[in-house]
C-alpha cells in the first residue's frame, strides 16, 4: 500500500514534528504494538509521549466505551452534573486519593496538559494576590503563554512572539552539582530585599523532568521545597501531567517524597484510552474560584469519564502497582547493562519507574539511535535541551517478552551507532 508522506508534506502545516521523527502511516494499534499501512509492525516504547501508559486500545476501556456510545450516552456537556462525571468523582476520590490520605478539590480546567497548567497558575495567584511563579531549570509546563513562561526551553518560548513575564527560574535539583544545595539558593533569593525576586504566588516543577531530560529531584529535596513552600506561604503546583498515572511506579510521582502539593495538574494518560481529559486538584481551602471564573467548552469530556473511571479500576488491585515496579526495576538494569557493555557512549542513566534513559553527551548520538530504532521497529523518543537523552516510554503494564524485545532493538542500535562513530574517529 501507499505509504507516500506526500499530503502531509503538502497541506499540513511545518509545525508538524511526530510525523517527521517516525515517518509512516500509521492505521492501527492494540496494546503495546501499531502497524503501518503496509502492516510493518512496530514495540511502542513512546505511548504517545505518556497519554498511553495503559497502552493502545484497552479492551475493558473500549467496552465501556462502545456500550456507552452505543446507548447514546452524552458526549458534550461544559460542566454540567452528568452520571458519568458524578462516578468518574466518586471512583477516583474512593480508589486514589482516600488510600493516599489526601483531601483534594477537582477541577476541570479543558482537555489538555496546558490547561491544567493555566488554571493552576490562575488560581494561585488569585489566592495569595501575588503575581510571580518560581519555575525550574529545564521545565516544561506546556504551550500556551502562561505555561511557557515558566517553560525552560528556550527555542519553544521563542515561539510565544512576545516577552514571557511573572516568572522567575531557579534551579532545579542536582543543576549545578550534587553539593550545590539549590533550595538554599533559593531561600536566600527569598530572603534578601536586593535580590529583585519578589515573593511568588508559587513555585511549579515536574519530579521527573520528561522532556527536559529525565532530570530527577530527589525525595528529600521536594520535601525541603514543600517546607520552604509552607514558612513562606507559597503554593506548591506539582505537574504531573506527564509523570503521574503510574508513570515513576506510584500513581503520583510525589508519593515516595510524602508531599502533599497545594495544586496538582494531571492530564495525559488519565483518560486511560489516549481522549483528552485533564483534572486539577485543589487542597479544599484553596478552592477560591467564583462560578464561572475559569471555565472551557470542553472542561466535561463524558467518553473520557467513562475510560478514565474503568482505568481506576487497575488501581484497586495492589498487584497491579507491584507489577509497574516490577517493569521499572528491569528498565533500570538494562539500561545500567547497557552503560557498562558500551564504555564509549559515556552514558549517564537517567529518570525513575517508567521514564528513564540514557543520556549522551556526543552530539547526535541519541537522535542516532531513536532512528535506527525506528527502522529496526521500535518507536521512541528523546528528549533534553539537546536531545541528548534517548528515553524508554512503554505502557506501564508492558509484558516481560515484549519489553525484552524492545531492550534487544535498542541494544542493536546503541551497538551500530557505537560502531559508526569508532569507524568516524578512527
Known amino acids: 500500500m501507499n505509504n507516500s508522506l506526500k499530503v502531509f508534506e503538502e497541506l499540513e502545516s511545518n509545525v508538524r514534528s511526530y510525523c517527521r521523527s517516525f515517518p509512516t502511516k500509521f492505521t492501527k494499534a492494540k496494546g503495546h504494538k501499531l502497524w503501518d499501512v503496509n502492516q510493518k509492525e512496530y514495540l511502542d516504547f513512546f505511548s504517545g509521549a505518556g497519554a498511553l501508559n495503559y497502552g493502545h486500545n484497552d479492551p475493558n476501556m473500549k467496552e465501556k466505551l462502545i456500550e456507552y456510545i452505543t446507548d447514546d450516552g452524552i458526549t458534550h456537556s461544559l460542566d454540567m452534573a452528568s ?55 529545564n521545565g516544561f509546563h506546556g504551550m500556551t503563554i502562561g505555561s511557557l513562561s515558566v517553560t525552560g526551553n528556550a527555542m519553544k518560548r521563542k515561539g510565544a512572539g512576545i516577552p514571557l513575564q511573572n516568572a522567575v527560574t531557579m534551579p532545579f535539583d542536582n543543576y549545578m552539582d550534587h553539593e550545590f544545595d539549590t533550595i538554599d539558593y533559593l531561600e536566600h533569593y527569598l530572603n534578601d530585599s536586593g535580590s529583585g525576586v519578589e515573593i511568588p504566588a508559587a513555585v511549579i516543577l515536574e519530579t521527573v523532568q520528561g522532556e527536559g531530560g529525565l532530570n530527577t529531584a530527589r525525595f528529600e529535596w521536594l520535601k525541603k521545597l514543600e517546607n520552604l513552600c509552607e514558612r513562606w506561604g507559597i503554593f506548591l503546583i506539582i505537574d504531573d501531567v506527564q509523570a503521574g498515572v503510574g508513570r515513576t511506579g506510584t500513581f503520583f510521582s510525589f508519593e515516595p517524597a510524602q508531599i502533599k502539593p497545594d495544586i496538582v495538574c494531571m492530564s495525559k494518560s488519565l483518560s486511560g484510552y489516549g481522549l483528552p481529559f485533564a483534572i486539577t486538584l485543589i487542597k479544599p481551602e484553596h478552592d477560591k474560584w467564583l462560578p464561572g471564573e475559569h471555565n472551557g467548552t470542553f472542561r466535561g469530556n463524558n467518553m473520557a469519564f467513562v475510560t478514565a473511571t474503568e482505568a481506576l479500576n487497575y488501581w484497586k488491585d495492589p498487584s497491579f ?20 557493555k558500551y564504555p564509549d557512549m559515556k552514558g549517564l542513566r537517567k529518570g525513575r519507574g517508567i521514564m528513564q534513559g540514557i543520556s549522551v553527551s556526543k552530539e547526535g548520538f541519541s537522535e542516532k539511535v531513536a532512528a535506527l530504532a525506528f527502522e529496526k521497529g521500535l518507536i521512541m523518543e528523546t528528549a533534553g535541551a539537546n536531545d541528548e537523552v534517548f528515553k524508554l516510554f512503554p505502557p506501564i503494564n508492558i509484558d516481560e517478552k515484549a519489553l525484552e524485545e524492545g531492550f534487544e532493538i535498542i541494544e542493536a542500535a546503541v551497538q551500530e551507532v557505537v560502531e559508526e562513530k569508532e569507524l568516524v574517529t578512527s
Request: aromatic share 8%; proline share 4%; no cysteine.
Open 83 to 137: 452520571t458519568t462525571k458524578e462516578k468518574f468523582l466518586t471512583t477516583f476520590n474512593e480508589t486514589i486519593l482516600k488510600p493516599r490520605n489526601l483531601d483534594y478539590k477537582v477541577m476541570f480546567p479543558g482537555p489538555t496538559g496546558t490547561n491544567t497548567v493555566e488554571s493552576a497558575l490562575k488560581l494561585a495567584r488569585k489566592v495569595t494576590g501575588r503575581t510571580e511563579v518560581v519555575s525550574f531549570t
Open 321 to 340: 502497582e507491584k507489577n509497574v515496579q516490577e517493569n521499572a526495576k528491569k528498565i533500570t538494569h538494562f539500561l545500567n547493562g547497557m552503560i557498562s
